[in-house]
């Protein structure tokens, strides 16, 4: 695959910016990465129908939340009484979203993510609550996993996030990269402390282990990341002196658990044709099915680490969203279907008007991939 030129100056600045910030010693240059990273402050007035506030959940730990909310209409500017509104809506999906960045990069106010949240709210009609969980190497494992058990309790105990025609709060937890990582040990942890999560979303989840998989060798340095680079992170991130099959890794792996025979949230697992760990987010998905877990698979044939929050690329925009409802693999997916193949062959939005049609050779948009987000939602 030719990847847009447009695409390739954009993520190999990104490259470029995470090699001058890892240094071989294993510590991590923090002060330039929070240069780099463009951060946004949350918007007391709506925003295209959105609106945002950061709460601390956690005094001890400094632990800050950013939740976007629909508006509902208004147009003014809203306080914290706003906030704390009970949803119009009889059902509230609420999204805990953790963002990626390999446990190291980003925070909840990086631009990216602050635009890809505002996003899922429109899409999905849904309160998200992104967690800024503490990052490696200064704090290694177990404290994002920690920090996510945080901000889960927190959300549960919340009445007006509750939905007006259970009472209950409609949890959904999704994350990117490491974020996607999270949400399975968050996951797990709510299932032992009988915390309901309605479902689990994760794009392109970062697992491994020690074994180099196919793909790992095949794709190694060909889209932008190489087997060493997710290495120094791992090392980064685990418990000084346990190697990749560490359960926090690799949680189906020589040292992980067995889900077999509890009531695990269904997921939803998206994987990128040309990521090199995608073997890896195979096997997660095998893994929750051979347990005998609910799990849909929606692998994107050419599609790129991050294609959800790169705006130069044919993945992102909404215009190029058709309604997935009445495409092949969404019909699938809706059906039951476990596993969702997307190839070249499968979508070509094209404009008519301002309607669209599905023919010719394409993949799936940023914009059908939050509206399958949206169908584990709603389905």
């Known amino acids: 695959m030719v990847v847009p030129l447009n695409m390739w100056v954009l993520i190999s600045n990104f490259k470029l910016a995470y090699n001058l910030l890892r240094r071989p010693d294993g510590t991590f240059n923090r002060n330039l990465a929070e240069f780099l990273d463009r951060k946004v402050p949350s918007n007391a007035n709506p925003v295209e129908g959105?609106?945002?506030?950061?709460?601390?959940?956690?005094?001890?730990?400094?632990?800050?939340?950013?939740?976007?909310r629909p508006a509902e209409g208004e147009e003014r500017q809203v306080n914290i009484l706003d906030l704390e509104k009970p949803m119009s809506s009889e059902v509230v999906p609420v999204i805990i979203f953790f963002h990626g960045g390999s446990f190291a990069h980003s925070s909840a106010n990086s631009a990216i993510y602050d635009t890809l949240c505002r996003r899922l709210v429109g899409i999905c009609k849904a309160v998200v609550v992104s967690v800024n969980y503490r990052r490696a190497p200064e704090n290694r494992y177990p404290c994002a996993y920690d920090d996510g058990w945080t901000a889960l309790k927190w959300v549960s105990s919340r009445s007006w996030l509750q939905s007006r025609k259970d009472k209950k709060v409609h949890i959904y937890m999704a994350g990117d990269s490491s974020g996607g990582n999270i949400v399975h040990h968050v996951a797990l942890k709510a299932v032992e402390s009988g915390i309901e999560v309605f479902g689990n979303i994760l794009l392109n989840p970062l697992f491994g282990g020690e074994e180099r998989t196919e793909s790992e060798k095949r794709l190694d340095g060909r889209y932008f990341v190489r087997v060493k680079?997710?290495?120094?992170?791992?090392?980064?991130?685990?418990?000084?002196?346990?190697?990749?099959?560490h359960p926090a890794c690799n949680p189906f792996g020589p040292k992980g658990r067995s889900l077999e025979g509890i009531n695990f949230p269904k997921s939803l697992v998206v994987v990128a044709g040309l990521d090199l760990v995608q073997d890896w987010q195979l096997g997660y998905a095998k893994g929750l099915e051979k347990a005998g877990q609910e799990v849909k698979l929606l692998f994107l044939e050419q599609a790129t680490i991050g294609f959800y929050l790169l705006p130069n690329n044919e993945h992102f925009s909404p215009d190029f969203a058709p309604v997935i409802r009445t495409t092949r693999g969404a019909l699938a997916m809706f059906m039951g279907t476990t596993k969702v193949v997307i190839t070249h062959s499968d979508f070509q939005p094209k404009r008519r008007g301002r309607r669209y049609s599905i023919s010719g050779r394409d993949q799936m948009p940023i914009g059908?991939?939050?509206?399958?987000?949206a169908s584990v939602i709603y389905n």
């Open 229 to 245: 680079d997710r290495d120094w992170y791992w090392r980064a991130f685990l418990p000084e002196g346990e190697d990749r099959d």
């Open 368 to 373: 059908g991939a939050c509206r399958c987000l």
């Open 50 to 68: 959105v609106f945002s506030f950061d709460v601390i959940v956690d005094r001890e730990t400094n632990l800050l939340t950013r939740i976007y």
